[in-house]
Structures are given as structure tokens and as C-alpha cells.
């Protein structure tokens, strides 16, 4: 047996970030502390590397270890994307580690493991592989999710992640293995003919399929799969909080549609239902409970829960009755917008918690950022921004997001999930709005003066001007954005 | 060369919040008021030439910036639309906006966030005239929530106010709903014709079914509602007096709370198709032109009264759409951003000169201290109230004839009953600072003095304007802004009641009679029998109670909305923070019992077998001891290694050759 070159070629940038990965954890006990920062910047730069290979090889649709893996347009998305989110988190947390005193440099191997089980994942096109890849992604995130392993809150988060991990991923597992015994494989394309002949009321299919639905809801942290998110959310480092919020809940939104469109593409009766069930009731708890928070990641940590319930309206789209090809596919490119931007705000935000610092921790209490305007000027106007733009105002790209996706709603006769969508959004005007509140209208206390401080590094002013730059020009000027996401959600047409 | 002029108007102001926002701490904050009053000019001066051009010319066009989306079949660009009614819009935008700004120079003196202030106002001016001059849908939304985020932020410019966040707040979310309705709206039109540009939306308008058209008309109506303070989304109107008065005649009186009836007018096309919608708009002015009337009647801060009366006149102009009066409509707008800024910044001025005192019933006397401040509040008053020949006469008097005249006698009498009150609350007040006896806090009474030029000339001048701004409008129904905006406020298909003379005379004398009688009422009960007011409160107090507390809208919509969704959200908080750690403990428990069973199989049988194997591996040990630094991350990285060396020996086993 060999493996062919081209099959390696194909995946060439998940061999780099892997090969970097090990050269990073090798590299790591013989580098003296005062140089650990080269690490970052290597890891980075195979990041970099590979950005440049995946964009130029977008318009390919190539197929490698025997149908295992997919490389198309979509894949490539999603991957950009990733490659974007762990080089900002990379470089976020050069500082931020040393600010929480964890500055170990396998942290960054385990970003560049956990960045390469989301790559597996989003261009998996057998099921097993992307089981892989969701293993892959998530063991490091558990480890990371305890990083501060002095800290009970850490060790606690990376315990329930761990356990609730694993207990989806044994779901998932099951749902594999019932599948494969009405398929005889694990392959999408193998499984949709085998879904297709077995019709719309097959038991054997619908429960796998359920299974799926809930191991990948487990995953994009949907109602009522949620509960592990805020818990995780809060008591992990705020970098790695990043990294699950947004990296991790864009591939896995990625591998779930791939899964729910290629392989049960012909039974969208059967998933459409619990899918909309699931997205109403996401952004109902998401925003609601959001309400009464007063612990800024425990509210970031909902408010990532509600825009996956936004994201998940997209699939609504795509899987209601009668959508055509067009609309469903918009449905699908919709997504992928709504990911992206979310993923440019959400980092955005929980920057600024990570780097405001009050005594030795983060300031993650909603009243640390009391008259922070009249503090930290810039860093207040940052926040706003981001808050607009979770919001949903315009011109901001949280606008663009919405827009795009209630509009495909409303072009698939939805337009009644539009207006679920849009009031819940109001709703949240007030949570995020009460950060700007509390920023710009309350006056700090005499303490908070000294107490607080921003740990402005370079690295982390490169973070914020990339997240605030996404969700600025992406709301002036989003048309590339568009074109490209409409250009790679082609496939499902 | 024009098109340029036409890009300039909202690009000055947004120089100035750039440069203000970016610069605005190297700089003193006087110059940062002067940047921010000039751009405004500026931008009137541009809206100026514009308007000659349209009065010369008369032609509309389109002026596109730049393609803002593309994709798919959404194609959107940041384009202008200047037609008589963009027109109309850009000056009251501009040119009020200009004399606000000019006065809270004055005004905002000496306050802490003067440059913010100023910031935020020129943000706001951009986000207006952007809403005013979109040429498609998503362009006026955009300013549509630019102006809802400023009015946020100015409402809650006081930083020490807890009660000025929770407006600001309020304001805000109960606006989002409104907002929520004309995002749907935007998206049904969108579907409908593949387009969002209103001149290709309107040519082919006749394409809609009645049915759809109503759908879009009332989820446009929603919008308006929340921005223009109709029932049911008034209440947070009355809130938003927390912020800064020059804020509240900008944005709550004169512009921004104007945008809904605006709103209404632009899709006139799409409201004429759907009659249903647009009596609708028509019953819910008239309503809601009677009911903040009545709560205008017992109000003590001076503010609040004059937000009540906002809300009603914006009754007076959704009424005036309802009936298919258009240009009336448009031409209340006007008079009303003249006399209603007047009334607000001589508020302010009012409230400068007794120490920030805002309760009506701890002024009285001021006549004589403030005599300029006094004119021209009279002026104001006078103007709202329906006296002729000042500017809210006659937009007044051309809603309620048109309410008569198109048979629609309920809303005629809501109209004339709302003049009535609104003349009577308008005296009082009037009466309560002005005249009788001071009842200024003796601290506060030796320090009255007048304001200074910078408040008081634009007070003049917006004086001025509400005394002729009128003029506008004569003849009635034939007065030079009828002619103005015929081609783009007239109903489509509406029949022409031919109104004889006598009918429209007859119509004035009773609109002065109701002006009059409520001055009259107001005089008595205020000035002539001091004592009386009092009584009549106390005879009825259930009556005054309720509208006292505003009829407990607040309360209820508490009750109704606000209180449920958090108890809701604190139930899910604790089921998500409670449930999750008992399955970890549960699992803990597990883990415990299981490892109990397996340390004793480890014990007694796993070590067993590896001390005899650790004896042996002793030997070796040492020559490892350099490499066991204790760092579990080192055994990673061996492991790693040792992974790599595995797979290759593999590799090579099974395909016969190398890879590396």
C-alpha cells in the first residue's frame, strides 16, 4: 500500500499545522524561557503559510484518501476562517498568558492540534474522519480549558467539558455506528444513497440521525445542549474561551451542515423539524437568559448560545419544504457569513475582558467596566463597537449578518421565524446595550481607577485592530465577504 | 459639481465627529464646539443650493456614493435621493439642527464631555440626514438606527443619573421593536420586487397584491410607531427629557421622532394601496393625539409636559397621513420643528436660569427676570396653541379640515378635542412659570438671570420662524410647499373634495374658537382663580390620579413584558448553573466508586507484576534521568517523537520503502 502523493498534497496544510504542532512541543523544553515568544510567532507563521495555500487552491474540489477527505470551496471557508481565528488567538494570548502567569508554550502546540482537528473535521466527507477531527479538536481544548490548573474555577470548567465532551462524543459515536450498519459505510455520499432508498420513515436512520443532531448540538452549544457552554465558558482563560467560541463553534457548524446536507440532503422533512425546534428554542434561552447576567464572559457565553440559535436559522432555510435551489443555497451561505462575522465581534469582545486587568485577574464582572469610557477611552469605544454589532445594528457587520440571513428567511416563506429572530434581537439590545451603559454613563469609583488597568501590548493591539476592522469594514463594504461565502456554498446546490 | 455638493451634506458633520471623537482631547473644547456647529452650517449651506436647485429646476435625481452589497441577487448601493420631500427634510435637518447646535454652545458650557457631546450630536446630524436622503430602504434603516443609537447615548449623557441610563435603556429596546417591525418590512419588499431602491419599489408598485401591500404598510407602520412615539410604544418619549435639553429639541421634538411621519409619507404609494393600513396610521395618530394630550394636562416637570406634547402633535401629523393628507402632514413637521425646538431650548433656558429647577410648581414670577427667555416661550406657546396667524395655526387647522372634509368626523372631533387641551396645558404652563406669584426657592431666586446671546439669538430666531414659518402653507391648500411637494406627497387616486369657501372659513373660526377657549380655561384656572386648579384636582382624585401616573402605562407594560422575561431568564440561569453540577457530581461519584475498585486492582496486581519489571528498568534508569525532567509537556514531546519514529518503522514494514 502507498499513499499517493496528490492525496498528501491535498492535505498539505493540515500536515503543516500538525508538523508544527510536534516541532513546537520538541522544540519547547530546549528553548530558554526568555525566547518562548519564537514559538508563537512560528506557529503563526505555518499559519500564515498555510492561509496562502488554501486561498489559492479555493476554486478546487478534490477528493483524497479514497473519497475520505473533501477539499472544495467550502472547506477552504471554513478554513480560512479557522487559520484567522487561531493566529488572532495566538497572538492574543502571548500576552495574555504571561498576564495570567501560564505562559507555557504548549499552549500554542495544543492551538495548532486543536486548529488541525477542526480542519480534519470541516473536510471530512466520511463520517469516521470527521469524528477524528472532532476528537482531535476537542482533547486539547479540554486540556487548555484547565490551563490556569491553580485555579479550582479552570480545573472545573476543563472537568464538566471533559465529561459532557465525552459523553456527545459517545452519541455521536453511536449515531456512526447505527448508520453504518444501514449503510455498510461510513461515507457521506454512501450514506445518502442508503438514506435515499430507505425512504423518509426508516427507524434505523432517524435515530441515527437524532443522535447526530445531538452530538452536533452539543458541539455549536444549541439549546437544550447548552449547558455545559457557560459554565466552560467562564471558568476557562478567556483565550482559550475565545478559541471555543468562535473556532470551535464555526467547524462544527461547518461539519454539521456538510453532514446534514450530504448525507441527509434527501430526508430534509426528518431534520427540518427538530432543527427548528432547536434554533427557536436556542434563541429564546440564549437571549433571555443572557438578560440577568452580571458576569460579562457568563453573558458573552450566552450570547454565544443565542448566535448559534441565529446561525441555525440559516439551516432552517436551507432544509424548509419547497426552498429552491437558490434560496437553499443562500441559506447555506448565509451561515457562513453570520459565522464569520460573529467570529470577528465575539473575539473583538472577550479581548477586552481578557486584557482588562484589575489587581493580578481579568476584569469579567460587568462592574469592572463601570466608566470605563472615562478610563480606557479607546478600549470603551472598542467595546461599544462590538456590543452594536452583536446587537445587530447597523452599520456594523453584526447587521449585515442578520440581514443576510432573515432575508433568505423571508425569501423561504419564513417569514415568521424572521420576526421570532428579529424580536429576540431587540431583546438583546439590552443586555449588550448594558455594557455601554455601564461603560459610558456610570462614574467609576475612586478604586476602579487604580485598580484597573489594560494590558495593551502590541500583539494584543494587532487583536483588536483586526477584530474591530472585521466588524467595521464588513459592515461598509461586506460585498467581498458575500461573493466569497455565495462562491463557496455552491457545492450544495 | 452638484452631485459632490449633494455627498458633502452628511460628509461634514461626519469630518467633524472623525476629527472631534480621534482629536477631540488635544484640542480646547471650545474649538471642538465651533468644528461642530460649523459643520452643520456648512451642510446647510450645501442644503441651501440644493434647494434653489430644486425650486429652479425641479428635477429629481439619484446620486449613488458607492455599491455597498452585492451578492446573489441583492444589489445595494449608499445612494442619495433629493426630491422636493428629501428637500423639506435637509433643511428642517440642517437648518434647525444648526441654531441647536448654536445654542448648546451656550448651553453645555462648562460641562463635563463637552466634545463628546458635540460628537455625539454631529453623529447624530449623519445618521439623520443619511435617513432623510437614502435613495433605498436599507440606507434609511441604516440612519434609522444611527439615530436610535446617538438618542441612546445623549439620553444618557448624564453620567451621575441612574434614571438617565434606564431611559436611555428603555428608549432604546422599545425602539428596537418598532425597528424589528421595518426590518421585516424592508424584507417583504425586498422579496416582492428584488430590489430595495425606492424608484424602482415604487414604478412598480401596481405589481403588489392589496394583501401584500397592507403586510408591508403595517410592519412599516410598526417602525414608525417606535420611532415616532405612537401608542402603543410612546413611553419611552418622556423618559428620554433625561438627557441634555438641546437633545431633546434636536432629536426628541424637532428630527428624529419626525422620521416615522416622514417614514409614512416616502411609501405613501405602498399606504394609498392598502386603505386598511393607512386608516390605521390616521386612528392611531388621532388616539394617541388625545390620550398624551390628557396626560399633558397634570404634568409638574416642564420637560415632561412638553414631551407629552410632542407626542401628541406627532399624533396630529400620523392623523393627517391617515387621512390622506400628505403634504398637511409634511407641513406640520416643519412648523412643528420650528415652534416645538423654540418651546424646548426656552425650556432650557428657563431651567438655566432658575439652577436646573424643572418642576413647574417651584417657578412662577419669571416674566419680569428672564424677559427675553419669556417672549419668546410666549411665542412658542402661542404657535402650538393655534393662534392665528403664528405657524401651528395654520398646519393645524389643514389637518383637522382635511380629517372633516374626507368624512372622517371621529378623528375631527379627537383633533379638535386635542387642540383643546393643548392650548389649555400649553397656557398653563405658561402661566405656572411666568406669571403669578414666585414660588422659586429663595436659594435659587437672587440668582435668575438671563441667558446669554448664544442661547438667545437662535431662541429669536427660531422665534421668528415660528411666527411666519406658517406662511409657508397660505392659502391653505394652496400655499407655495403644496405646490413644493405635489409631485411626491399626492395621493394616488384620491378623489379632490372641492372645499367651498365658506365651509373652510367656517372651519378656521371654530379651530380659533378652540385655541382661544383653552387659553381661556387655562387663564382662569391659573391666573384669574389661582386656588382653583387645586380644587378641581381634589374633587375629582381618582381622575387626576390616573393621569398623574400616566395612566400605570409603565407599570403594566412592566407586568406585561419586563418582569416575566427575567423571572424566565433567572429560572433558565439556575437550572443551567444547578443541573450540570449535580450530573458532575453524579459522574464524580462514579469515577470515585470505579477507582476505588481499580487502585486496589493496581495494588495487589498491576504492581505485582511491575516490580519484578521495575527492577530490571532501575538498571537502565539512570541513563535516562537527564531526560525525565518532571515536565509532563517533555513526555509529551517524547512521545511525539516516539509517534513519529513508530509510524515510519510501519511504514516502511508495510509498503517496503520510505517516506521519509
Given at each position: 500500500?502507498?499513499?499517493?502523493?496528490?492525496?498528501?498534497?491535498?492535505?498539505?496544510?493540515?500536515?503543516?499545522?500538525?508538523?508544527?504542532?510536534?516541532?513546537?512541543?520538541?522544540?519547547?523544553?530546549?528553548?530558554?524561557?526568555?525566547?518562548?515568544?519564537?514559538?508563537?510567532?512560528?506557529?503563526?507563521?505555518?499559519?500564515?503559510?498555510?492561509?496562502?495555500?488554501?486561498?489559492?487552491?479555493?476554486?478546487?474540489?478534490?477528493?483524497?484518501?479514497?473519497?475520505?477527505?473533501?477539499?472544495?470551496?467550502?472547506?477552504?471557508?471554513w478554513k480560512?476562517?479557522l487559520?484567522?481565528?487561531s493566529?488572532?488567538?495566538?497572538?492574543?494570548?502571548?500576552?495574555?498568558?504571561?498576564?495570567?502567569?501560564?505562559?507555557?508554550?504548549?499552549?500554542?502546540?495544543?492551538?495548532?492540534?486543536s486548529l488541525t482537528g477542526m480542519m480534519v473535521m470541516v473536510?471530512?466527507?466520511?463520517?469516521?474522519?470527521?469524528?477524528?477531527g472532532i476528537?482531535l479538536m476537542?482533547?486539547?481544548?479540554?486540556?487548555?480549558?484547565?490551563?490556569?490548573?491553580?485555579?479550582?474555577?479552570?480545573?472545573?470548567?476543563?472537568?464538566?467539558?471533559?465529561?459532557?465532551?465525552?459523553?456527545?462524543?459517545?452519541?455521536?459515536?453511536?449515531?456512526?455506528?447505527?448508520?453504518?450498519?444501514?449503510?455498510?459505510?461510513?461515507?457521506?455520499?454512501?450514506?445518502?444513497?442508503?438514506?435515499?432508498?430507505?425512504?423518509?420513515?426508516?427507524?434505523?436512520?432517524?435515530?441515527?440521525?437524532?443522535?447526530?443532531?445531538?452530538?452536533?448540538?452539543?458541539?455549536?452549544?444549541?439549546?437544550?445542549?447548552?449547558?455545559?457552554?457557560?459554565?466552560?465558558?467562564?471558568?476557562?482563560?478567556?483565550?482559550?474561551?475565545?478559541?471555543?467560541?468562535?473556532a470551535s463553534?464555526a467547524a462544527s457548524?461547518g461539519a454539521?451542515?456538510?453532514?446534514?446536507?450530504?448525507?441527509?440532503?434527501?430526508?430534509?422533512?426528518?431534520?427540518?423539524?427538530?432543527?427548528?425546534?432547536?434554533?427557536?428554542?436556542?434563541?429564546?434561552?440564549?437571549?433571555?437568559?443572557?438578560?440577568?447576567?452580571?458576569?460579562?464572559?457568563?453573558?458573552?457565553?450566552?450570547?454565544?448560545?443565542?448566535?448559534?440559535?441565529?446561525?441555525?436559522?440559516?439551516?432552517?432555510?436551507?432544509?424548509?419544504?419547497?426552498?429552491?435551489?437558490?434560496?437553499?443555497?443562500?441559506?447555506?451561505?448565509?451561515?457562513?457569513?453570520?459565522?464569520?462575522?460573529?467570529?470577528?465581534?465575539?473575539?473583538?469582545?472577550?479581548?477586552?475582558?481578557?486584557?482588562?486587568?484589575?489587581?493580578?485577574?481579568?476584569?469579567?464582572?460587568?462592574?469592572?467596566?463601570?466608566?470605563?469610557?472615562?478610563?480606557?477611552?479607546?478600549?470603551?469605544?472598542?467595546?461599544?463597537?462590538?456590543?452594536?454589532?452583536?446587537?445587530?445594528?447597523?452599520?456594523?457587520?453584526?447587521?449585515?449578518?442578520?440581514?443576510?440571513?432573515?432575508?433568505?428567511?423571508?425569501?423561504?416563506?419564513?417569514?415568521?421565524?424572521?420576526?421570532?429572530?428579529?424580536?429576540?434581537?431587540?431583546?438583546?439590545?439590552?443586555?449588550?446595550?448594558?455594557?455601554?451603559?455601564?461603560?459610558?454613563?456610570?462614574?467609576?469609583?475612586?478604586?476602579?481607577?487604580?485598580?484597573?488597568?489594560?494590558?495593551?501590548?502590541?500583539?494584543?493591539?494587532?487583536?483588536?485592530?483586526?477584530?474591530?476592522?472585521?466588524?467595521?469594514?464588513?459592515?461598509?463594504?461586506?460585498?467581498?465577504?458575500?461573493?466569497?461565502?455565495?462562491?463557496?456554498?455552491?457545492?450544495?446546490? | 459639481?452638484?452631485?459632490?455638493?449633494?455627498?458633502?451634506?452628511?460628509?461634514?458633520?461626519?469630518?467633524?465627529?472623525?476629527?472631534?471623537?480621534?482629536?477631540?482631547?488635544?484640542?480646547?473644547?471650545?474649538?471642538?464646539?465651533?468644528?461642530?456647529?460649523?459643520?452643520?452650517?456648512?451642510?446647510?449651506?450645501?442644503?441651501?443650493?440644493?434647494?434653489?436647485?430644486?425650486?429652479?429646476?425641479?428635477?429629481?435625481?439619484?446620486?449613488?456614493?458607492?455599491?455597498?452589497?452585492?451578492?446573489?441577487?441583492?444589489?445595494?448601493?449608499?445612494?442619495?435621493?433629493?426630491?422636493?420631500?428629501?428637500?423639506?427634510?435637509?433643511?428642517?435637518?440642517?437648518?434647525?439642527?444648526?441654531?441647536?447646535?448654536?445654542?448648546?454652545?451656550?448651553?453645555?458650557?462648562?460641562?463635563?464631555?463637552?466634545?463628546?457631546?458635540?460628537?455625539?450630536?454631529?453623529?447624530?446630524?449623519?445618521?439623520?440626514?443619511?435617513?432623510?436622503?437614502?435613495?433605498?430602504?436599507?440606507?434609511?434603516?441604516?440612519?434609522?438606527?444611527?439615530?436610535?443609537?446617538?438618542?441612546?447615548?445623549?439620553?444618557?449623557?448624564?453620567?451621575?443619573?441612574?434614571?438617565?441610563?434606564?431611559?436611555?435603556?428603555?428608549?432604546?429596546?422599545?425602539?428596537?421593536?418598532?425597528?424589528?417591525?421595518?426590518?421585516?418590512?424592508?424584507?417583504?419588499?425586498?422579496?416582492?420586487?428584488?430590489?430595495?431602491?425606492?424608484?424602482?419599489?415604487?414604478?412598480?408598485?401596481?405589481?403588489?397584491?392589496?394583501?401584500?401591500?397592507?403586510?408591508?404598510?403595517?410592519?412599516?407602520?410598526?417602525?414608525?410607531?417606535?420611532?415616532?412615539?405612537?401608542?402603543?410604544?410612546?413611553?419611552?418619549?418622556?423618559?428620554?427629557?433625561?438627557?441634555?435639553?438641546?437633545?431633546?429639541?434636536?432629536?426628541?421634538?424637532?428630527?428624529?421622532?419626525?422620521?416615522?411621519?416622514?417614514?409614512?409619507?416616502?411609501?405613501?404609494?405602498?399606504?394609498?394601496?392598502?386603505?386598511?393600513?393607512?386608516?390605521?396610521?390616521?386612528?392611531?395618530?388621532?388616539?394617541?393625539?388625545?390620550?398624551?394630550?390628557?396626560?399633558?394636562?397634570?404634568?409638574?416637570?416642564?420637560?415632561?409636559?412638553?414631551?407629552?406634547?410632542?407626542?401628541?402633535?406627532?399624533?396630529?401629523?400620523?392623523?393627517?397621513?391617515?387621512?390622506?393628507?400628505?403634504?398637511?402632514?409634511?407641513?406640520?413637521?416643519?412648523?412643528?420643528?420650528?415652534?416645538?425646538?423654540?418651546?424646548?431650548?426656552?425650556?432650557?433656558?428657563?431651567?438655566?436660569?432658575?439652577?436646573?429647577?424643572?418642576?413647574?410648581?417651584?417657578?412662577?414670577?419669571?416674566?419680569?427676570?428672564?424677559?427675553?427667555?419669556?417672549?419668546?416661550?410666549?411665542?412658542?406657546?402661542?404657535?402650538?396653541?393655534?393662534?392665528?396667524?403664528?405657524?401651528?395655526?395654520?398646519?393645524?387647522?389643514?389637518?383637522?379640515?382635511?380629517?372633516?372634509?374626507?368624512?372622517?368626523?371621529?378623528?375631527?372631533?379627537?383633533?379638535?378635542?386635542?387642540?383643546?387641551?393643548?392650548?389649555?396645558?400649553?397656557?398653563?404652563?405658561?402661566?405656572?412659570?411666568?406669571?403669578?406669584?414666585?414660588?422659586?426657592?429663595?436659594?435659587?431666586?437672587?440668582?435668575?438671570?438671563?441667558?446669554?446671546?448664544?442661547?438667545?439669538?437662535?431662541?429669536?430666531?427660531?422665534?421668528?420662524?415660528?411666527?411666519?414659518?406658517?406662511?409657508?402653507?397660505?392659502?391653505?391648500?394652496?400655499?407655495?410647499?403644496?405646490?413644493?411637494?405635489?409631485?411626491?406627497?399626492?395621493?394616488?387616486?384620491?378623489?379632490?373634495?372641492?372645499?367651498?369657501?365658506?365651509?373652510?372659513?367656517?372651519?378656521?373660526?371654530?379651530?380659533?374658537?378652540?385655541?382661544?377657549?383653552?387659553?381661556?380655561?387655562?387663564?382662569?384656572?391659573?391666573?384669574?382663580?389661582?386656588?382653583?386648579?387645586?380644587?378641581?384636582?381634589?374633587?375629582?382624585?381618582?381622575?387626576?390620579?390616573?393621569?398623574?401616573?400616566?395612566?400605570?402605562?409603565?407599570?403594566?407594560?412592566?407586568?406585561?413584558?419586563?418582569?416575566?422575561?427575567?423571572?424566565?431568564?433567572?429560572?433558565?440561569?439556575?437550572?443551567?448553573?444547578?443541573?450540570?453540577?449535580?450530573?458532575?457530581?453524579?459522574?464524580?461519584?462514579?469515577?470515585?466508586?470505579?477507582?476505588?475498585?481499580?487502585?486496589?486492582?493496581?495494588?495487589?496486581?498491576?504492581?505485582?507484576?511491575?516490580?519484578?519489571?521495575?527492577?530490571?528498568?532501575?538498571?537502565?534508569?539512570?541513563?535516562?534521568?537527564?531526560?525525565?525532567?518532571?515536565?509532563?509537556?517533555?513526555?509529551?514531546?517524547?512521545?511525539?517523537?516516539?509517534?513519529?519514529?513508530?509510524?515510519?518503522?510501519?511504514?516502511?514494514?508495510?509498503?517496503?520503502?520510505?517516506?521519509?
Open positions: 500500500m502507498t499513499i499517493p502523493l496528490a492525496d498528501l498534497v491535498t492535505i498539505l496544510p493540515e500536515m503543516i499545522v500538525v508538523f508544527a504542532a510536534c516541532v513546537l512541543l520538541v522544540l519547547d523544553p530546549i528553548t530558554p524561557p526568555s525566547k518562548k515568544d519564537w514559538l508563537a510567532w512560528m506557529s503563526l507563521g505555518a499559519l500564515v503559510v498555510c492561509f496562502f495555500i488554501t486561498g489559492a487552491t479555493m476554486n478546487d474540489r478534490v477528493f483524497a484518501f479514497s473519497d475520505l477527505v473533501v477539499v472544495d470551496a467550502y472547506a477552504s471557508f480560512l476562517l487559520y484567522l481565528v493566529g488572532l488567538t495566538i497572538l492574543l494570548s502571548m500576552t495574555y498568558l504571561k498576564e495570567e502567569g501560564i505562559d507555557l508554550a504548549e499552549f500554542y502546540g495544543l492551538i495548532l492540534l473536510s471530512g466527507a466520511d463520517l469516521l474522519v470527521i469524528y477524528l476528537e476537542s482533547i486539547p481544548l479540554y486540556i487548555m480549558a484547565g490551563f490556569k490548573r491553580f485555579e479550582a474555577r479552570s480545573i472545573e470548567a476543563s472537568a464538566k467539558y471533559f465529561i459532557l465532551g465525552s459523553f456527545s462524543s459517545g452519541i455521536l459515536l453511536y449515531g456512526i455506528s447505527l448508520l453504518y450498519g444501514a449503510a455498510g459505510s461510513t461515507r457521506l455520499a454512501d450514506i445518502a444513497v442508503a438514506v435515499d432508498a430507505r425512504g423518509l420513515e426508516d427507524p434505523l436512520v432517524l435515530i441515527a440521525m437524532m443522535l447526530l443532531i445531538v452530538g452536533f448540538g452539543f458541539k455549536v452549544a444549541a439549546v437544550p445542549f447548552h449547558m455545559w457552554t457557560p459554565d466552560v465558558y467562564q471558568g476557562a482563560p478567556t483565550s482559550v474561551t475565545i478559541f471555543m467560541a468562535v463553534k457548524f454539521f451542515l456538510r453532514v446534514l446536507l450530504e448525507a441527509f440532503g434527501g430526508v430534509k422533512p426528518n431534520w427540518n423539524g427538530p432543527i427548528l425546534v432547536i434554533c427557536i428554542g436556542t434563541l429564546v434561552l440564549g437571549n433571555i437568559v443572557a438578560v440577568v447576567q452580571t458576569n460579562i464572559k457568563r453573558m458573552l457565553a450566552y450570547s454565544s448560545i443565542a448566535h448559534a440559535g441565529y446561525a441555525l436559522v440559516g439551516l432552517v432555510v436551507v432544509g424548509w419544504a419547497g426552498t429552491e435551489g437558490a434560496v437553499a443555497s443562500r441559506g447555506v451561505s448565509s451561515v457562513m457569513l453570520y459565522l464569520a462575522i460573529y467570529s470577528f465581534m465575539t473575539l473583538g469582545a472577550f479581548s477586552i475582558v481578557a486584557i482588562l486587568r484589575r489587581g493580578g485577574l481579568e476584569g469579567e464582572e460587568l462592574e469592572d467596566f463601570t466608566g470605563l469610557s472615562k478610563r480606557h477611552k479607546g478600549a470603551a469605544f472598542l467595546m461599544l463597537l462590538f456590543m452594536v454589532s452583536l446587537a445587530g445594528i447597523p452599520p456594523t457587520a453584526g447587521f449585515i449578518a442578520k440581514l443576510y440571513l432573515f432575508m433568505a428567511a423571508v425569501d423561504a416563506g419564513l417569514a415568521w421565524l424572521a420576526v421570532v429572530g428579529l424580536v429576540f434581537a431587540a431583546v438583546s439590545a439590552f443586555f449588550y446595550l448594558r455594557v455601554v451603559m455601564v461603560m459610558y454613563m456610570r462614574e467609576p469609583s475612586a478604586t476602579q481607577e487604580i485598580e484597573t488597568r489594560l494590558a495593551l501590548t502590541p500583539t494584543t493591539t494587532v487583536v483588536l485592530a483586526c477584530a474591530v476592522a472585521g466588524v467595521v469594514l464588513l459592515g461598509i463594504y461586506p460585498s467581498p465577504l458575500i461573493s466569497v461565502t455565495t462562491f463557496a456554498a455552491i457545492p450544495f446546490r | 459639481m452638484s452631485d459632490l455638493l449633494v455627498i458633502l451634506i452628511p460628509v461634514f458633520p461626519l469630518l467633524a465627529v472623525l476629527l472631534n471623537g480621534l482629536l477631540g482631547h488635544r484640542y480646547s473644547p471650545a474649538l471642538a464646539g465651533q468644528i461642530g456647529c460649523g459643520s452643520v452650517g456648512l451642510s446647510f449651506l450645501c442644503s441651501l443650493v440644493v434647494l434653489g436647485e430644486m425650486v429652479s429646476t425641479g428635477t429629481t435625481r439619484e446620486v449613488i456614493a458607492y455599491t455597498w452589497i452585492f451578492g446573489g441577487d441583492l444589489n445595494v448601493n449608499l445612494g442619495f435621493l433629493i426630491d422636493p420631500l428629501t428637500t423639506v427634510m435637509l433643511l428642517v435637518v440642517t437648518g434647525v439642527g444648526f441654531l441647536i447646535h448654536v445654542y448648546s454652545v451656550g448651553y453645555m458650557h462648562g460641562e463635563e464631555g463637552y466634545t463628546r457631546f458635540f460628537t455625539y450630536m454631529n453623529l447624530f446630524t449623519v445618521s439623520m440626514l443619511l435617513l432623510v436622503m437614502g435613495n433605498n430602504y436599507l440606507v434609511l434603516f441604516i440612519g434609522w438606527e444611527g439615530v436610535g443609537l446617538c438618542s441612546y447615548l445623549l439620553i444618557g449623557y448624564y453620567f451621575d443619573r441612574i434614571s438617565a441610563a434606564k431611559a436611555a435603556t428603555k428608549a432604546f429596546v422599545v425602539n428596537r421593536i418598532g425597528d424589528a417591525g421595518f426590518l421585516l418590512a424592508i424584507f417583504l419588499v425586498f422579496v416582492n420586487f428584488k430590489s430595495l431602491d425606492y424608484t424602482i419599489v415604487f414604478s412598480q408598485v401596481d405589481q403588489l397584491s392589496t394583501e401584500m401591500a397592507t403586510a408591508i404598510a403595517f410592519c412599516l407602520l410598526i417602525g414608525a410607531i417606535g420611532k415616532s412615539a405612537q401608542i402603543p410604544l410612546y413611553i419611552w418619549l418622556p423618559d428620554a427629557m433625561e438627557g441634555p435639553t438641546p437633545v431633546s429639541a434636536l432629536i426628541h421634538a424637532a428630527t428624529m421622532v419626525t422620521a416615522g411621519v416622514y417614514m409614512v409619507v416616502r411609501n405613501h404609494v405602498l399606504f394609498d394601496m392598502a386603505p386598511v393600513a393607512l386608516i390605521t396610521v390616521g386612528w392611531i395618530g388621532g388616539v394617541t393625539a388625545l390620550f398624551a394630550a390628557t396626560i399633558g394636562l397634570v404634568q409638574n416637570d416642564i420637560k415632561r409636559v412638553l414631551a407629552y406634547s410632542t407626542v401628541s402633535q406627532l399624533g396630529y401629523m400620523f392623523l393627517a397621513c391617515g387621512v390622506g393628507a400628505y403634504i398637511a402632514a409634511i407641513f406640520h413637521l416643519v412648523t412643528h420643528a420650528f415652534f416645538k425646538a423654540l418651546l424646548f431650548l426656552s425650556a432650557g433656558s428657563v431651567i438655566h436660569a432658575v439652577g436646573g429647577e424643572q418642576d413647574i410648581r417651584k417657578m412662577g414670577g419669571l416674566w419680569s427676570k428672564i424677559p427675553r427667555t419669556h417672549g419668546v416661550f410666549l411665542v412658542g406657546t402661542l404657535a402650538i396653541a393655534g393662534i392665528p396667524p403664528l405657524a401651528g395655526f395654520w398646519s393645524k387647522d389643514e389637518i383637522m379640515a382635511h380629517a372633516f372634509v374626507n368624512g372622517e368626523y371621529g378623528l375631527y372631533l379627537m383633533a379638535a378635542i386635542g387642540a383643546l387641551l393643548t392650548a389649555f396645558y400649553m397656557f398653563r404652563l405658561t402661566y405656572l412659570i411666568f406669571y403669578g406669584q414666585s414660588r422659586v426657592d429663595p436659594k435659587v431666586e437672587h440668582h435668575i438671570h438671563e441667558s446669554p446671546p448664544m442661547m438667545t439669538v437662535p431662541l429669536i430666531v427660531l422665534a421668528f420662524l415660528a411666527i411666519v414659518g406658517g406662511f409657508l402653507g397660505v392659502p391653505p391648500e394652496h400655499g407655495w410647499i403644496h405646490g413644493f411637494l405635489a409631485g411626491v406627497a399626492t395621493p394616488a387616486g384620491a378623489e379632490v373634495h372641492e372645499v367651498s369657501f365658506g365651509l373652510l372659513v367656517g372651519l378656521m373660526g371654530i379651530a380659533i374658537l378652540i385655541a382661544v377657549s383653552g387659553w381661556g380655561v387655562a387663564h382662569y384656572l391659573y391666573s384669574a382663580r389661582p386656588r382653583a386648579a387645586e380644587d378641581w384636582a381634589a374633587r375629582a382624585p381618582g381622575a387626576y390620579g390616573t393621569l398623574l401616573n400616566k395612566y400605570y402605562v409603565d407599570e403594566l407594560y412592566d407586568w406585561m413584558f419586563v418582569e416575566p422575561c427575567k423571572r424566565l431568564g433567572r429560572i433558565w440561569d439556575w437550572v443551567d448553573s444547578n443541573i450540570i453540577d449535580r450530573m458532575v457530581r453524579a459522574v464524580g461519584r462514579m469515577v470515585d466508586l470505579g477507582s476505588a475498585g481499580s487502585t486496589w486492582f493496581e495494588k495487589h496486581v498491576i504492581y505485582g507484576a511491575a516490580n519484578v519489571i521495575g527492577f530490571g528498568n532501575h538498571l537502565v534508569a539512570w541513563s535516562w534521568r537527564k531526560l525525565q525532567s518532571g515536565m509532563v509537556h517533555h513526555y509529551a514531546a517524547m512521545i511525539v517523537v516516539g509517534l513519529f519514529l513508530l509510524v515510519h518503522f510501519l511504514l516502511i514494514w508495510l509498503t517496503g520503502k520510505s517516506v521519509l
